[in-house]
């Protein structure tokens, strides 16, 4: 059974839009949270990390928040840009240590049109 | 900086082939992991180690072996390939939550 579901499956967005991408998740202990980028058949760039119970990170263009009792993580993009385009995954971790397992959700599609 | 790199970035082989996908990181860190990327799912782990000489299975292990020799390099075998195994493979190493990396990817195809 899928533990991480990210909505919507596919995004498509006019360059200078903001959008709001979805990741909901079952996994339990859920010790943090990550959002990566990734590029059409590139490796995964960690946008953010979220940790705490109710939590939100910035960086640049790209700000995130965390609610641990309702299990839900929303990844912001403000402004998007053509290089925007890539595919945004979710990432749970369920402990703090590498002895845990990350679970991963099968991705949101951003395109990025002009 | 922190890097893990993997090799080839593609590979062809033939079913029942003999196929080795190399990864070495440079970031000191004690975990490192395997995973496959296909179309509709999340990374799902195949093998991961703690250190040299050590190695976990993972969540679909069917088909692969793996060996850490170094702290630095860990390689994934598939010594009999199979199509079903044809996949976008990524190598990564942590030592904590805050620390997580990733190669590039090997794209394997298996005719």
């Known amino acids: 059974k899928t533990q991480v579901e990210q909505s919507p499956q596919s995004l498509v967005v006019r360059q200078g839009e903001n959008c709001v991408l979805q990741?909901?998740?079952?996994?339990?202990?859920?010790?943090?949270l990550r959002w990566f980028k990734q590029d059409t058949g590139k490796g995964l760039v960690s946008l953010t990390v979220?940790?705490?119970?109710?939590d939100k990170t910035s960086n640049g263009r790209y700000s995130a928040t965390l609610d641990k009792d309702a299990k839900h993580s929303t990844l912001h993009i403000t402004a998007t840009l053509l290089d925007d385009t890539a595919t945004y995954i979710c990432?749970?971790?369920?402990?703090?240590?590498?002895?845990?397992?990350?679970?991963f959700g099968a991705g949101t599609q951003l395109i990025v049109i002009p | 900086e922190a890097a893990v790199t993997q090799s080839p970035r593609n590979k062809v082989t033939v079913t029942g082939g003999n196929v080795t996908l190399s990864c070495r990181q440079t970031n000191s860190h004690n975990y490192m992991y395997w995973y496959r990327q296909d179309t509709g799912h999340g990374l799902r782990l195949i093998h991961y180690s703690y250190g040299a000489g050590n190695l976990q299975i993972g969540d679909v292990p069917d088909g692969y072996k793996a060996t850490r020799t170094t702290q630095e390099d860990f390689f994934l075998l598939l010594e009999l390939a199979s199509p079903s195994q044809t996949s976008l493979y990524f190598c990564?190493?942590?030592?904590?939550?805050?620390?997580?990396?990733f190669g590039s990817g090997t794209r394997l195809t298996v005719l």
């Open positions: 990564a190493s942590t030592s904590s939550a805050e620390t997580l990396y």
């Open positions: 979220l940790v705490d119970q109710k």
């Open positions: 990741c909901n998740y079952s996994v339990t202990p859920d010790n943090h």
């Open positions: 990432v749970v971790g369920d402990r703090g240590s590498a002895l845990g397992r990350l679970h």
